[in-house]
């Protein structure tokens, strides 16, 4: 026993030190053969561990594995009890794994003993003999059970942590791989950058002889070799399209299927490839499919000279990375398709943006008539200078919009526009609005602030109804147009600055000089270059791309489909007044938007014809009170029109202008001159 222990103790595996035992025990025990049968308890089944047996008989091969329910060496382990074999010849006939190895000539009987410890059932330990066992025999076999089963424990505990600590080998160096994979994906933004780079890493881990990426042409339905990475290879493996993917093949690729190719598969390849896969001596290939949500991109190939050199694992280990390299394909192509429509569509804008340009050299000014054509020439000419503009239309007709295009059209387009009203700021704070003000300078001036002309300094000040300003605010305006400086509101310095100045006014500013309300020495430096912006009444023909254009800008940002204005409402809303002009317009379309559901857009006709006939009211009375206004000037000149005191001077236009009035308002000499009065004009 002390011998069993030393041999049990010190030889390196099982099976050498079965062979010392059945050595020891022949010179005690006769017996032929001694075996260990290893249980796998979850399925029931016995291995071969490892066995001894005399030269001259055959015996179990290691490895054998066998089903051991209803045999009695099944038993034994289940009762945990010796079992005597009376008979091995009937007992293996249960057992087809064991009868086709059984010695030759086959032993009389045998023994089985349990091998288990406290902690579990570990298998079998079995004696065959040609003659009967003694008492002694088995008592012995016994005890050198329990010494193998301590040994067999120690080394299914062994086998056991090797097989874990090579299980965390493999799964660090899976992780390393698909790390290795993702920092691929996130640093290769060219995709045969990342083919290569993946193709280092997969060999690094697989030991493979080449990785080939193939991608799908769908048009053509055929795979195009992407990059092949065959280090090895004595010639480079021809460029073969692999065309008219069978539709099995396509439902391998949706499906992700992975595939395991021997060398039967291998030559159904095109000619070319499988031979020279052939010379290459490529003998198994794990085929990967590369999809994605989209649809199928292509496959990836690894193949290697070694006869089944993948398995199940490594093909569950290359669908994860060919998942991770097809969703970087399927950004590239979202990203290139991005790219493409981003600049298709700005290519469209510079081309429209230089047919605009082409035809009207503005942006956003919306007409083709010939009065506004007028306006764009005058534009045109003045804002490549720095002269001061002077903009005078009615309410609504654009004149930010004309201000806005001098500015984007001069030389200082690359500097700020800065607008300010007016007429919509309390007159005690346009100083200040104007000029800023440091801080303390009035109650309620709690920081200092930067005034317009100082944010404007280098661009353009536009200042809409110029007519509201103060008197007493005019001589500092004057002032810092002419010698462009000022002081700030509470302060003594002197600021300088570059402003070109656009003003603009629907007031009637000589009149206004004539009544006192408006400095002549300011009118003259403001009308350097004057604009009159006709009506929108004087530019009908403008109104239908007016209409389109509200109604497509509205209608988008309401989210509305409309196509469609009948044509009656087009000459309706073309033939309408406009009183209010664009502005008035804007508004109105806007709330025929509001109140279309469908493709056309509603317009409330009775309101246009209520405002057209409330226009022709209004300006019947205003023709009727202009005709009386021109006879009694002209009764009270005696029909006297131009010259000193004359007709044209009183009422304070032109002379040519007040001949065209006559003339319009049919205003006959009968009705301003005494019959008995020869004078003339």
């Known amino acids: 026993m002390l011998d069993v222990s030393n041999i049990v103790a010190t030889q390196p595996n099982l099976g050498a ?29 016995a291995r071969v561990l ?67 410890t406290s902690r579990r059932k570990l298998g079998a330990l079995a004696f065959t003999k040609s003659d009967d066992f003694n008492g002694g025999d088995v008592e012995l076999m016994s005890s050198i059970a329990s010494h193998v089963a301590a040994a067999l424990e120690s080394a299914v505990a062994s086998d056991e942590a090797a097989r874990y600590l090579r299980q965390i080998a493999d799964d660090r160096d899976r992780f390393r791989l698909l790390l290795e994979i993702n920092n691929h994906v996130v640093t290769k933004l060219d995709m045969n950058e990342l083919f290569r780079a993946a193709s280092a890493s997969i060999r690094k881990y697989l030991r493979n002889d080449f990785t080939g990426f193939w991608l799908l042409d ?56 499988s031979s020279a896969l052939a010379r290459q001596q490529i003998s198994s290939l794990a ?27 490594d093909l569950d280990l290359l669908s994860q990375i060919s998942s991770q390299i097809a969703l970087a394909m399927d950004n590239a ?108 300078a009035f109650t309620g001036a709690l920081m200092q602030k930067r005034g317009r002309f100082e944010l404007a300094d280098h661009g353009s000040l536009f200042l809409d109804e110029i007519g509201d300003i103060t008197l007493d605010l005019q001589p500092k305006l004057l002032r810092a147009l002419q010698e462009k400086e000022f002081e700030r509101l509470g302060s003594a310095r002197t600021i300088q600055v570059d402003v070109r100045l656009i003003a603009a006014t629907h007031r009637d500013l000589p009149g206004m000089i004539r009544s006192n309300q408006f400095r002549e020495d300011l009118f003259y430096r403001l009308n350097v270059f004057p604009i009159e912006i006709p009506p929108l009444r004087e530019r009908r023909e403008d109104i239908p791309l007016l209409v389109h254009y509200f109604v497509s800008r509205l209608s988008s940002r309401m989210q509305k489909r409309i196509k469609i204005v009948s044509k009656r409402s087009l000459e309706a809303i073309a033939n309408a007044p406009w009183p209010g002009n664009i502005r008035q317009l804007e508004n109105f379309i806007e709330r025929c938007v509001i109140l279309s559901n ?21 300006r019947s009375t205003l023709l009727e009170t202009e005709r009386q206004a021109i006879i009694n000037a002209l009764k009270s000149t005696s029909g006297k029109v131009a010259g000193p ?33 020869s004078g003339r004009d």
């Open 598 to 618: 469908g493709e056309e857009l509603n317009v409330p006709l009775a309101e246009i014809k209520t405002l057209s006939d409330r226009a022709f009211a209004v």
């Open 218 to 273: 769908t048009d053509a339905a055929r795979l195009d070799c992407a990059v092949l990475d065959f280090p090895a290879g004595q010639n480079t493996l021809p460029d073969v399209p692999i065309p008219d993917i069978p539709g099995d093949d396509f439902a391998m690729l949706r499906a992700r299927h992975p595939e395991l190719w021997s060398t039967e598969e291998i030559g159904k390849l095109p000619h070319a490839l």
């Open 17 to 45: 030190a079965l062979h010392s035992l059945r050595r020891i025990l022949a010179a005690v025990i006769s017996f032929d053969s001694v075996s260990i049968f290893l249980l796998d308890e979850e399925s029931g089944v």
């Open 50 to 116: 490892a066995n001894d047996y005399n030269p001259e008989l055959s015996g179990l091969k290691v490895g054998t594995k066998a089903a051991i329910s209803g045999t009695l060496i099944g038993k034994c382990i289940t009762e945990q009890q010796p079992i005597f074999i009376p008979n091995i010849q009937n007992e293996v006939a249960h057992v087809p794994e064991f009868s086709s190895q059984v010695p030759n000539p086959l032993p009389n009987c045998g023994y089985v003993f349990p091998l288990s």
């Open 645 to 677: 005191a004359g007709a044209a001077e009183r009422l304070g236009v032109k002379r040519t202008t007040l001949q065209n009035k006559i003339r319009r308002l049919n205003i006959k000499r009968s009705e301003y001159q005494d019959p008995s009065t």
């Open 333 to 440: 192509v979202a990203y290139g398709k991005l790219n493409a429509s981003k600049d298709r569509i700005e290519e469209e804008r510079l081309y429209l943006e230089s047919e605009i340009r082409s035809e009207f050299n503005f942006d956003d000014i919306v007409g083709n008539s010939p009065a506004l054509r007028k306006v764009l020439d005058q534009i045109a000419i003045v804002a490549p200078t720095d002269s001061t503009v002077l903009l005078h239309g009615e309410t609504g007709t654009g004149k930010e919009l004309i201000a806005r295009a001098i500015h984007s059209n001069s030389l200082r387009k690359g500097r700020t526009f800065v607008r300010l009203n007016c007429a919509a700021i309390p007159s005690g704070l346009v100083e200040s609005e104007l000029f800023g003000h440091e801080r303390g």
């Open 287 to 313: 085929i990967i499919p590369l999809t994605t949500a989209n649809g199928p991109l292509g496959v990836i190939a690894t193949g290697s000279k070694q006869t089944n050199a993948f398995d199940q694992e």
